[in-house]
């Protein structure tokens, strides 16, 4: 994983301003987009799947863990909260605490058997964790098995706020996703950032200095499988509907797609590649399976001319902090 990080910019003043920057930026653009004319739908889908791929990216490029798994947070926590809404009749606000809830359950019992290997045998693991959750939630009662579950109700959230209008429903998923993000920032830039960043780098050093390297991976993972939960429960809300694909393998697939193409270890590559990927399946959709040739074809592009991926370049270009 150093062969991938060795440029990283050490966190100073100038640093954070550029973040921060570029935080505000991102903000005020995807707030003004209601009043662009961009479809609202795909924007909205596409903040939950940045939200993903952050979390994941938090996890594989600050941790150094590649996980094939997250899918199955996203799905669970998307199965949960729409069975709490549709079924129990919950409010917004509980059934989004609902899938965050169970993502966390899920990430605790998976962590603790997968953080134990290391390498390739950590991501089989998880990638294995993932397939036998898909095939319980193939054939559970409250999942509808192939069916999924359908006309989930938005409802108003907190009793006020109204997600069946879509400009609403559309400044909630952004707050959700600035939250998360932000959340993600702060993790990465704390004391708990910098150990993991060294666990990266060097575990072994790490484990000299004191650092019980175990003990940081299960929280990062934990963390990271929590706010992959966090996007599925926000999914929830935008598409009306919980199915096994956000529980299949390829789902994975896709959040690594998004975090190589945009920059592994960058704070906004992996916004940058959600965006790209969803944008590629929103409206090349008419070439009908040729979109994952056109996606692999990009992806071979990305990796042989972009190393460190889009974002990633452009900050090693500009020796900027992104």
Same mark, same amino acid.
């Given at each position: 994983?150093?062969?991938? +990080?060795?440029?990283?910019?050490?966190?100073?003043?100038?640093?954070?301003?550029?973040?921060?920057?570029?935080?505000?930026?991102?903000?005020?653009?995807?707030?003004?987009?209601?009043?662009?004319?961009?479809?609202?739908?795909?924007?909205?889908?596409?903040?939950?799947?940045?939200?993903?791929?952050?979390?994941?990216?938090?996890?594989?490029?600050?941790?150094?863990?590649?996980?094939?798994?997250?899918?199955?947070?996203?799905?669970?926590?998307?199965?949960?909260?729409? @069975?709490?809404?549709?079924? %129990?009749?919950?409010?917004?606000?509980?059934?989004?605490?609902?899938?965050?809830?169970?993502?966390?359950?899920?990430?605790?019992?998976?962590?603790?058997?997968?953080?134990?290997?290391?390498?390739?045998?950590?991501?089989?693991?998880?990638?294995?964790?993932?397939?036998?959750?898909?095939?319980?939630?193939?054939?559970?009662?409250?999942? @509808?098995?192939?069916?999924?579950?359908?006309?989930?109700?938005?409802?108003?959230?907190?009793?006020?706020?109204?997600?069946?209008?879509?400009?609403?429903?559309?400044?909630?998923?952004?707050?959700?996703?600035?939250?998360?993000?932000?959340?993600?920032?702060?993790?990465?830039?704390?004391?708990?950032?910098?150990?993991?960043?060294?666990?990266?780098?060097?575990?072994?050093?790490?484990?000299?200095?004191g650092y019980r390297t175990d003990q940081y991976k299960f929280l990062a993972f934990v963390l990271s499988?929590?706010?992959?939960?966090?996007?599925?429960?926000?999914?929830?809300?935008?598409?009306?509907?919980?199915?096994?694909?956000?529980?299949? %393998?390829?789902?994975?697939?896709?959040?690594?797609?998004?975090?190589?193409?945009?920059?592994?270890?960058?704070?906004?590559?992996?916004?940058?590649?959600?965006?790209?990927?969803?944008?590629?399946?929103?409206?090349?959709?008419?070439?009908?399976? %040729?979109? +994952?040739?056109?996606?692999?074809?990009?992806?071979?592009?990305?990796?042989?001319?972009?190393?460190?991926?889009?974002?990633?370049?452009?900050? @090693?270009?500009?020796?900027?902090?992104?």
């Amino acid at each position: 994983m150093t062969t991938l +990080t060795d440029d990283t910019l050490p966190v100073t003043p100038r640093a954070m301003r550029d973040e921060m920057i570029a935080f505000v930026l991102m903000a005020l653009l995807l707030a003004s987009v209601p009043f662009t004319g961009v479809y609202p739908f795909f924007v909205m889908q596409a903040l939950c799947f940045a939200l993903l791929a952050c979390a994941f990216n938090l996890l594989i490029g600050y941790g150094g863990l590649l996980s094939f798994g997250h899918a199955m947070f996203l799905g669970t926590a998307g199965y949960c909260c729409a @069975h709490a809404l549709k079924v %129990w009749a919950l409010p917004p606000e509980l059934g989004i605490l609902v899938g965050i809830a169970a993502a966390f359950v899920l990430s605790l019992i998976t962590g603790y058997i997968s953080i134990r290997r290391q390498g390739i045998y950590f991501s089989m693991i998880t990638l294995a964790l993932s397939q036998l959750l898909y095939f319980i939630y193939l054939q559970a009662p409250f999942t @509808h098995g192939e069916d999924g579950i359908q006309g989930i109700p938005q409802g108003r959230m907190f009793g006020v706020f109204d997600l069946s209008k879509p400009t609403v429903l559309y400044y909630v998923v952004l707050v959700g996703f600035l939250a998360g993000f932000l959340l993600i920032y702060r993790i990465i830039n704390s004391p708990f950032g910098e150990v993991l960043k060294s666990i990266r780098e060097n575990e072994q050093r790490a484990i000299s200095l004191g650092y019980r390297t175990d003990q940081y991976k299960f929280l990062a993972f934990v963390l990271s499988g929590t706010l992959a939960g966090f996007a599925g429960a926000l999914k929830v809300f935008v598409a009306q509907n919980a199915s096994l694909t956000d529980v299949h %393998w390829s789902m994975s697939g896709e959040v690594v797609l998004m975090t190589l193409v945009g920059g592994l270890g960058t704070i906004f590559g992996p916004v940058v590649g959600a965006f790209a990927i969803i944008a590629m399946q929103q409206y090349l959709a008419g070439f009908g399976q %040729w979109v +994952t040739v056109i996606q692999g074809s990009i992806f071979v592009v990305c990796v042989l001319t972009f190393r460190r991926g889009v974002i990633g370049e452009i900050a @090693h270009y500009f020796r900027r902090s992104l």
